[in-house]
């Protein structure tokens, strides 16, 4: 009876891992305040990333600033 339970439980596990939502989709800002800039680079103002499902995958898509005004393209 306890390896009917161990099984039917470990069954209902990986069934919950592999339907569980994407915990990597949604929207991001750069907080500079707790970031360590790359010294060789100019810092970054502001970031905003936003990762969100679409057809067969996912689109991300970012948008920010650097302190010297490029937008790092």
């Known amino acids: 009876m306890k390896k009917v339970m161990g099984i039917t439980f470990a069954v209902l596990a990986m069934a919950v891992i592999a339907f569980g939502a994407d915990n990597t989709l949604g929207t991001w800002t750069y907080n500079a305040a707790k970031s360590k800039p790359n010294p060789a680079v ?18 991300s898509s970012a948008k920010g600033e650097r302190a010297d005004g490029s937008n790092g393209r």
């Open 42 to 59: 100019s810092p970054i103002k502001n970031l905003t990333l936003t990762r969100e499902a679409a057809d067969g995958g996912v689109k």
